[in-house]
């Protein structure tokens, strides 16, 4: 499948990312696709995450609060909320059935996951990021 991981954090980087890292979440987050928002704030790590990647993926923002959504809604972003087991098992069919991507049966199309300042509050609730672990295609620049 073609879609990549990405982490936006309030945690400063290195903290957010020896969570991910202790959590057991290094294969689901390249580390290279972590942000933290603590110096230049979330929209701006939008931005930049949407520079990197451009506009031809579909981008889809997980989280667990109203922040997320709004922000998510500020670049006309899907936001799909998740705060308990059921939301992210109607994720991952959702994922797998395309719904939140119509183009996404071209093999040109990348979807972008980003999970917001959620990471200890999945843990907490015994939720697991695995089953959303998705890889970029060998040979596939960004």
Do not use: M
């Not at 992210?88 to 040109?108: I, P």
């Not at 907490?124 to 672990?133: D, E, R, V, Y």
Request: aromatic share 10%; glycine share 8%.
């Amino acid at each position: 499948k073609n879609c990549i991981n990405v982490l936006v954090t309030t945690c400063p980087l290195v903290q957010g990312l020896s969570k991910v890292l202790l959590h057991g979440l290094g294969s689901v987050f390249d580390i290279e696709n972590i942000y933290s928002s603590t110096k230049i704030g979330r929209d701006n790590c939008f931005e930049r995450i949407h520079t990197r990647f451009g506009r031809k993926p579909t981008y889809v923002v997980i989280g667990d609060g109203r922040d997320e959504e709004l922000a998510a809604k500020q670049l006309s972003w899907p936001f799909w909320r998740i705060n308990e087991h059921q939301n992210l098992t109607a994720l991952v069919h959702a994922l797998e059935w395309q719904f939140l991507d119509g183009s996404c049966s071209s093999s040109n199309s990348t979807e972008i996951l980003l999970r917001l300042n959620c990471v200890e509050n999945f843990i907490a609730n015994g939720l697991s990021f695995q089953k959303l672990s998705c890889k970029r295609p060998a040979g596939r620049t960004y």
